[in-house]
Nanobody, 124 residues
Framework: QPHLVESGGGLVQPGGSLRLSCAAS????????IGWFRQAPGKEREGVST????????MYVDSVKGRFAVSRDPARNTVHLQMNSLKPEDTAVYYC?????????????????WGQGTQVTVSS
């Protein structure tokens, strides 16, 4: 059974950093695209980043470019989202999702495996 588990969320002050992890089980990430999404209270889920692992293509939404970076740990079948210079508007539940193949998309309905989410709160 394919499964994703996020971790690494928490409370951080503005300007701080967090690293989220997305660990996969039941399948190998090598031929998948991983999307990171977030959902703030009262708002729709929005795409933050996509990472096509087979061809190492990464994309970011404009609001996080230069601050967020995705990477992989093949030994742990895990993808990370490094978040720097965090702002209060980054506060949300963050989800990772997977879809087979190389297909960069911020559309939630193109991903078929989802994690449970991890809360990120940026506040002083």
């Amino acid at each position: 059974q394919p499964h994703l588990v996020e971790s690494g969320g928490g409370l951080v002050q503005p300007g701080g950093s967090l690293r989220l992890s997305c660990a996969a089980s039941g399948f190998t990430l090598d031929y998948y695209t991983i999307g990171w999404f977030r959902q703030a209270p009262g708002k729709e889920r929005e795409g933050v980043s996509t990472f096509s692992l087979s061809d190492d293509i990464k994309m970011y939404v404009d609001s996080v470019k230069g601050r967020f970076a995705v990477s992989r740990d093949p030994a742990r079948n895990t993808v990370h989202l490094q978040m720097n210079s965090l702002k209060p508007e980054d506060t949300a539940v963050y989800y990772c999702a997977a879809r087979a193949g190389s297909y960069a998309s911020f559309r939630t309905n193109t991903y078929h495996i989802w994690g449970q989410g991890t809360q990120v709160t940026v506040s002083s």
